[in-house]
């Protein structure tokens, strides 16, 4: 069945005495409207299976906020596939390597010679949003904005309910499943009953300080410099726009930081012996991330199934957050598929063994990347020197690149 209509009201509530919810029907209720839920939706109803998004926030914040831009391959494809890749396919960079800077010297990591052709693009999440955005509302599908007060109920039963708020209504969305895709902070993951979740979390003592410049990126490709006084990284979002990072503290007040001491922080840190200068210009927005790696275990309770960032948060490093919240999604979609058109529930039930393989690769990378590049305040002179050995070797070594080279475009799904 395609679905041009879903969220299908089936009782109007009597409204004279008492606020009684309206109640709809949906087949897979999705709570958030980032990459995970979007994604999610638009590939459920490319099967021809119903859903209804909930977001609490505004489209347009969604869509301006600056987050993650890199694309594995995979993400690619599957973007491209679902029909919502031409923008990105026009508009995306394409890159074959990124460098890794030490000691003021830059080695590149050639990705092409190393993973048998493979890349990555360069295309903002807020544009992967929009095109899903305006798919899904071309589809005639409901994604809804600004809803309040939404919590998740039955999750152990045959029909989980959401309940929500939509501009002074109250609504009851009967479901068939609940997919969790609402981040780190949303409220499916503690809507699961204490005890049957185990988390695995670690904080890091430092965070990034990015910046969004109107200024053509110094470099065709990503620079990951580690230097004496901490990480930075020169990457970019168009020809005209890069996006930088500096390594700062974890509770780093961004006023403290005023325009000029950030541009002095990257020239230091990613100073170059060879000549290279950074390109400098008005800085569009600013702001301080944490860094934390997070899992829970299992990423499913009953008929609620976690995606993204509601399961799992990685350090930004090696660029998985967005990536790793898509291959979710991917296998999500495949096991709701197979339980509409044949009946079976075998990949639902293996949907957290078959994610947390995965997710715990990427979590292995990403820590990896995080703990060679940057500085640890207790660090000791040892430590400084394995770090400098650890890139030396990363770079001089084509099978430790090549482990890079693999891990960063993407590992296979499997
Ligand atoms: C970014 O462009 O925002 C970016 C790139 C690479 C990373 C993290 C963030 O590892």
Same mark, same amino acid.
């Given at each position: 069945?395609?679905?041009?209509?879903?969220?299908?009201?089936?009782?109007?509530?009597?409204?004279?005495?008492?606020?009684?919810?309206?109640?709809?029907?949906?087949?897979?209720?999705?709570?958030?409207?980032?990459?995970?839920?979007?994604?999610?939706?638009?590939?459920?109803?490319?099967?021809?299976?119903?859903?209804?998004?909930?977001?609490?926030?505004?489209?347009?914040?969604?869509?301006?906020?600056?987050?993650?831009?890199?694309?594995?391959?995979?993400?690619?494809?599957?973007?491209?596939?679902?029909?919502?890749?031409?923008?990105?396919?026009?508009?995306?960079?394409?890159?074959?390597?990124?460098?890794?800077?030490?000691?003021?010297?830059?080695?590149?990591?050639?990705?092409? #010679?190393?993973?048998?052709?493979?890349?990555?693009? *360069? $295309? !903002?999440?807020? @544009?992967?949003?929009?095109? &899903?955005?305006?798919? +899904?509302?071309?589809?005639?599908?409901?994604?809804?904005?600004?809803?309040?007060?939404?919590?998740?109920?039955?999750?152990?039963?045959?029909?989980?309910?959401?309940?929500?708020?939509?501009?002074?209504?109250?609504?009851?969305?009967?479901?068939?499943?609940?997919?969790?895709?609402?981040?780190?902070?949303?409220?499916?993951?503690?809507?699961?009953?204490?005890?049957?979740?185990?988390?695995?979390?670690?904080?890091?003592?430092?965070?990034?300080?990015?910046?969004?410049? #109107?200024?053509?990126?110094?470099?065709?490709?990503? *620079? $990951? !410099?580690?230097? @004496?006084?901490?990480?930075? &990284?020169?990457?970019? +979002?168009?020809?005209?726009?890069?996006?930088?990072?500096?390594?700062?503290?974890?509770?780093?007040?961004?006023?403290?930081?005023?325009?000029?001491?950030?541009?002095?922080?990257?020239?230091?840190?990613?100073?170059?012996?060879?000549?290279?200068?950074?390109?400098?210009?008005?800085?569009?927005?600013?702001?301080?991330?944490?860094?934390?790696?997070?899992?829970?275990?299992?990423?499913?309770?009953?008929?609620?199934?976690?995606?993204?960032?509601?399961?799992?948060?990685?350090?930004?490093?090696?660029?998985?957050?967005?990536?790793?919240?898509?291959?979710?999604?991917?296998?999500?979609?495949?096991?709701?598929?197979?339980?509409?058109?044949?009946?079976?529930?075998?990949?639902?039930?293996?949907?957290?063994?078959?994610?947390?393989?995965?997710?715990?690769?990427?979590?292995?990378?990403?820590?990896?990347?995080?703990?060679?590049?940057?500085?640890?305040?207790?660090?000791?002179?040892?430590?400084?020197?394995?770090?400098?050995?650890?890139?030396?070797?990363?770079?001089?070594?084509?099978?430790?690149?090549?482990?890079?080279?693999?891990?960063?475009?993407?590992?296979?799904?499997?």
């Amino acid at each position: 069945m395609l679905s041009g209509v879903i969220g299908t009201e089936i009782a109007p509530a009597p409204q004279l005495f008492c606020r009684m919810p309206k109640v709809q029907r949906t087949q897979v209720g999705i709570v958030g409207a980032g990459p995970a839920g979007l994604v999610l939706s638009h590939l459920l109803y490319l099967h021809g299976i119903e859903s209804v998004v909930l977001e609490n926030r505004a489209r347009q914040y969604v869509e301006e906020r600056v987050r993650a831009g890199v694309l594995e391959q995979n993400t690619v494809d599957l973007l491209t596939a679902m029909g919502v890749g031409e923008r990105m396919k026009r508009e995306g960079l394409v890159h074959y390597g990124i460098e890794l800077r030490f000691n003021g010297q830059g080695h590149r990591i050639d990705f092409h #010679e190393l993973t048998g052709g493979k890349g990555i693009t *360069i $295309y !903002a999440q807020a @544009e992967v949003l929009k095109d &899903l955005n305006n798919a +899904r509302i071309a589809a005639g599908c409901q994604v809804l904005f600004e809803v309040e007060d939404v919590s998740v109920h039955k999750l152990d039963g045959p029909q989980p309910k959401i309940l929500y708020r939509k501009d002074g209504d109250e609504y009851e969305l009967c479901c068939d499943f609940i997919a969790g895709c609402d981040g780190f902070h949303g409220i499916c993951r503690p809507s699961i009953p204490a005890g049957v979740l185990t988390e695995y979390d670690r904080l890091y003592p430092f965070g990034w300080l990015g910046i969004l410049a #109107e200024a053509p990126p110094s470099a065709e490709e990503l *620079i $990951y !410099a580690y230097h @004496e006084r901490g990480f930075a &990284l020169l990457s970019m +979002r168009t020809p005209h726009i890069s996006r930088l990072y500096v390594q700062c503290r974890p509770d780093e007040e961004i006023d403290h930081w005023n325009d000029e001491k950030i541009w002095h922080e990257l020239r230091t840190r990613l100073a170059s012996t060879n000549g290279w200068k950074l390109t400098e210009g008005p800085v569009l927005q600013k702001g301080v991330t944490g860094m934390r790696s997070f899992v829970v275990e299992p990423m499913q309770y009953g008929r609620l199934y976690l995606a993204g960032d509601s399961a799992h948060i990685v350090p930004p490093t090696g660029a998985k957050g967005l990536n790793l919240a898509v291959t979710d999604v991917q296998i999500l979609a495949r096991g709701f598929d197979e339980y509409y058109s044949e009946g079976r529930h075998d990949l639902l039930d293996r949907y957290s063994e078959i994610c947390l393989r995965r997710v715990w690769k990427v979590q292995r990378f990403s820590w990896w990347m995080t703990s060679m590049l940057h500085r640890f305040p207790d660090e000791n002179p040892f430590d400084h020197r394995r770090q400098l050995a650890e890139l030396d070797y990363v770079t001089s070594s084509h099978a430790a690149a090549r482990t890079l080279a693999e891990n960063y475009v993407g590992l296979p799904l499997e």
